[in-house]
T-cell receptor
């Protein structure tokens, strides 16, 4: 089955800093890849996705590129804001849409 | 604009009692999923459904059953609740074949088994 390794947190950054959260996965075939975000006290929300090799998903200033050769899908943002403080989950998906989730990376952005 | 709702939002129950959580969607999506979220474990799949009366087990299905008698409702039942089932439960839905679309999640049910 699939497995996901996410960068361990927590991650604490100052506002306007550059963010990278690493994600690598193991999977048979070519899964679709997703990043989800969970704000405090809420459910998860889809942040971005990529469905084939070399695709770049982007949303709200966040980006991630599907790297088949390294089986990675690292999340980046050039300038984080306090409002980006949340838990981020990497999740490959295939086989009837079942997703495997990483353990989550908690991001705190300080003003 | 919530196309997916979960009920109840919070529940405290006693060990050994049956508990049913409900997931209701208004999106007419084929695929529905139940996950549990625990510290240090991310989200783990309990059961999922790919159509009315069509369900299958996920990675942590022991002690849980599901039913889907209508497209819009997916019920998760804890047959006899145990303290290890204290968790936050999320329902998710997805469109089409499911693989490429990603999930829409409900707001979650926080279940405490005492």
């Amino acid at each position: 089955g699939n497995s996901v390794t996410q960068m361990e947190g927590p991650v604490t950054l100052s506002e306007e800093a550059f963010l990278t959260i690493n994600c690598t996965y193991t999977a048979t075939g070519y899964p679709s890849l997703f990043w989800y975000v969970q704000y405090p006290g809420e459910g998860l929300q889809l942040l971005l996705k990529a469905t084939k090799a070399d695709d770049k998903g982007s949303n709200k200033g966040f980006e991630a590129t599907y790297r088949k050769e390294t089986t990675s899908f690292h999340l980046e943002k050039g300038s984080v804001q306090v409002s980006d403080s949340a838990v981020y989950f990497c999740a490959p998906s295939r086989d009837a849409g079942k997703s495997t989730f990483g353990d989550g990376t908690t991001l705190t952005v300080k003003p | 604009d919530a196309g997916i709702t979960q009920s109840p939002r919070h529940k405290v129950t006693e060990t050994g009692t049956p508990v049913t959580l409900r997931c209701h969607q208004t999106e007419n999506h084929r695929y529905m999923y139940w996950y549990r979220q625990d510290p240090g474990h991310g989200l783990r799949l309990i059961h999922y459904s790919y159509g009315v009366k069509d369900t299958d087990k996920g990675e942590v299905s022991d002690g849980y059953s599901v039913s889907r008698s209508k497209t819009e409702d997916f019920l998760l039942t804890l047959e006899s609740a145990t303290s290890s089932q204290t968790s936050v439960y999320f329902c998710a839905i997805t469109n089409g074949t499911g693989v490429s679309y990603g999930y829409t999640f409900g707001s979650g049910t926080r279940l405490t088994v005492v």
